[in-house]
T-cell receptor, first 112, second 112 residues
């Protein structure tokens, strides 16, 4: 069946360093991917998304990379700040599917 | 502009009771989706509604039902509550035909 998973449950980085959060997916039909940030007690907050016709997309301090060959995507956060501490989820969907399928999340801890 | 709003924020029920959760989408968004997030896991898709019609349903029992109103707000109903229904219930809205979903803060349901 389809699944979206994350390699590392917890990532600890120093303030100012760059962070890389990885995500693997198994459904070859997936053509839309999205990253969310969820702080404690809050709903998921949209960060950035990417479609399968792209392999890279940049936002403010964030970059998403998509490697369709190995079914892998990553979220890069530049100059990580304490406010970036949260759980990060990748999610995927495909044409014709209404829902997003989420992975289990990676907790990012930023050390001052 | 207001984001997705949900009510109530917290709710405590006992087994066998029923519950109604409410959601108002972002202004201009006509599609509403419901997700269940159990502690420590990613959100799981329950329903999607568009223009008052159900457009998608996840793997949840018939105890779960929903509807969407002419103003695009939505209700999620759960009957015969079980302890395992304790979770954060998230509502997300999106523009017609768009994949990007924006989440509300959620309703935390505790079933005793």
């Amino acid at each position: 069946g389809e699944s979206v998973g994350l390699h590392l449950p917890t990532l600890s980085v120093q303030e100012g360093d760059n962070s890389i959060i990885n995500c693997a997916y198994s459904n070859s039909a997936s053509d839309y991917f999205i990253w969310y940030k969820q702080e404690s007690g809050k709903g998921p907050q949209f960060i950035i998304d990417i479609r399968s016709n792209m392999d890279k997309r940049q936002g403010q301090r964030v970059t998403v990379l998509l490697n369709k060959t190995v079914k892998h995507l990553s979220l890069q956060i530049a100059a990580t700040q304490p406010g970036d501490s949260a759980v990060y989820f990748c999610a995927e969907s495909y044409t014709g599917r209404r829902a997003l399928t989420f992975g289990s999340g990676t907790r990012l801890q930023v050390q001052p | 502009d207001a984001g997705v709003t949900q009510s109530p924020t917290h709710l405590i029920k006992t087994r066998g009771q029923h519950v109604t959760l409410r959601c108002s989408p972002i202004s201009g968004h006509k599609s509403v989706s419901w997700y269940q997030q159990v502690l420590g896991q990613g959100p799981q898709f329950i329903f999607q509604y568009y223009e008052k019609e159900e457009r998608g349903r996840g793997n949840f029992p018939d105890r779960f039902s929903a509807r969407q109103f002419p103003n695009y707000s939505s209700e999620l109903n759960v009957n015969a509550l079980l302890l395992g229904d304790s979770a954060l219930y998230l509502c997300a809205s999106s523009l017609s035909g768009a994949k990007t979903q924006y989440f509300g803060p959620g309703t935390r349901l505790l079933v005793l």
